[in-house]
């Protein structure tokens, strides 16, 4: 086992996006980032382009709806680090492919196609569960445990029905915003039951950012996305948990 008191984070769904230009970020704070991606190559790609900017850069191969990768990751994670400091639980699709929120209308509530929604749910929501419950162990081993799960403003509650407010021109959504309130619940839940034991669980909501999930239709960069995601990760110890934040501050529930 490699022992080392640089800080190890783990990131699902790093190898590109917003997960990628966070796992940057951390290895330029001098963390050892571990790259999660379901494509091992895409994964080694990404890791080695943190290496060649001088990071300390793993790629792990992780498909958070497959347990047993979810296990080995955790596995290999312990023999290798014997603890993680960081859970960034980032990987999610919207279950509408590649597409601006505002073109999703196929998650209009009343023509849903409901397996569309339970994969939705298995990967943004379900996949959460498997990866930070597989997590923890290694996590209750760090001096200063942090997990961040990547929510969205479309997962508020209170944004979603003013009817005057900023999501008011968006398609109603049974798949993608649902599971994003889902992962908001499940952070207040985490935060609760780990609040004792000093790890930190918030949610972060990142802007709308250009990649690949909006077909980079956002306004902000991956790196300006990922700054809420670092800072939740870097939280002292008197820091917030069961929080919902943005940069600009915390989000409506
Ligand atoms: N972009 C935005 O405007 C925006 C706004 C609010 C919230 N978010 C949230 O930010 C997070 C990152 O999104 P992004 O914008 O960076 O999108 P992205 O570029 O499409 O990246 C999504 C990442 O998740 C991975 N992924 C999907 N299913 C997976 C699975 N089953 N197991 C492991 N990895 C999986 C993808 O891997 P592959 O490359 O293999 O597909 C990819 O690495 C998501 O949680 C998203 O909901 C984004």
């Given at each position: 086992?490699?022992?080392?008191?640089?800080?190890?984070a783990?990131?699902?769904?790093?190898?590109?996006?917003i997960?990628?230009?966070?796992?940057?970020?951390?290895?330029?704070?001098?963390m050892?980032?571990l790259?999660?991606?379901r494509?091992p190559g895409?994964?080694e790609?990404?890791?080695a382009?943190?290496?060649?900017?001088?990071?300390?850069?793993h790629?792990?191969?992780?498909d958070?709806?497959d347990?047993?990768?979810v296990?080995?990751?955790a596995?290999?994670?312990?023999?290798?680090?014997?603890?993680?400091?960081?859970?960034?639980?980032n990987?999610a699709?919207?279950g509408s492919?590649?597409?601006?929120?505002?073109?999703?209308?196929?998650?209009?509530?009343?023509?849903?196609?409901l397996d569309?929604?339970?994969?939705v749910?298995?990967t943004?929501?379900?996949?959460?569960i498997?990866v930070?419950n597989?997590?923890?162990?290694?996590?209750?081993?760090?001096?200063?445990?942090?997990?961040?799960?990547?929510?969205s403003?479309?997962?508020?509650?209170?944004?979603?029905?003013?009817p005057?407010?900023?999501l008011t021109g968006?398609?109603p959504s049974?798949?993608y915003?649902?599971?994003?309130t889902?992962?908001?619940?499940?952070?207040?839940?985490?935060?609760?039951?780990?609040?004792k034991d000093?790890?930190?669980?918030?949610?972060a909501?990142?802007?709308?950012?250009a990649?690949?999930?909006?077909?980079?239709?956002?306004?902000?960069?991956?790196a300006?996305?990922?700054?809420?995601?670092?800072?939740?990760?870097?939280?002292?110890?008197?820091?917030?948990?069961a929080?919902?934040?943005s940069?600009?501050?915390?989000?409506?529930?």
């Amino acid at each position: 086992m490699q022992t080392t008191d640089q800080k190890i984070a783990l990131i699902t769904g790093a190898n590109k996006g917003i997960g990628r230009a966070t796992a940057e970020r951390l290895a330029g704070l001098g963390m050892t980032v571990l790259m999660g991606a379901r494509d091992p190559g895409h994964g080694e790609e990404a890791a080695a382009a943190v290496r060649a900017g001088g990071g300390d850069a793993h790629a792990v191969t992780l498909d958070v709806t497959d347990a047993a990768t979810v296990r080995e990751a955790a596995r290999w994670t312990g023999e290798r680090f014997g603890r993680l400091d960081v859970l960034i639980n980032n990987a999610a699709i919207t279950g509408s492919g590649r597409v601006s929120p505002v073109d999703a209308v196929d998650q209009i509530p009343s023509g849903v196609d409901l397996d569309m929604v339970r994969a939705v749910f298995e990967t943004n929501v379900f996949g959460v569960i498997a990866v930070t419950n597989a997590m923890l162990p290694l996590l209750r081993r760090s001096p200063a445990p942090r997990i961040v799960n990547l929510s969205s403003g479309g997962g508020s509650l209170a944004l979603n029905s003013d009817p005057d407010g900023p999501l008011t021109g968006l398609p109603p959504s049974a798949a993608y915003s649902p599971s994003k309130t889902a992962l908001n619940a499940l952070t207040v839940q985490y935060a609760n039951e780990l609040r004792k034991d000093g790890i930190l669980v918030n949610a972060a909501a990142p802007g709308y950012v250009a990649t690949d999930i909006n077909d980079h239709q956002g306004f902000l960069t991956p790196a300006q996305g990922a700054e809420i995601v670092v800072r939740l990760a870097m939280l002292d110890a008197d820091g917030p948990t069961a929080g919902f934040f943005s940069v600009d501050g915390p989000v409506p529930w």
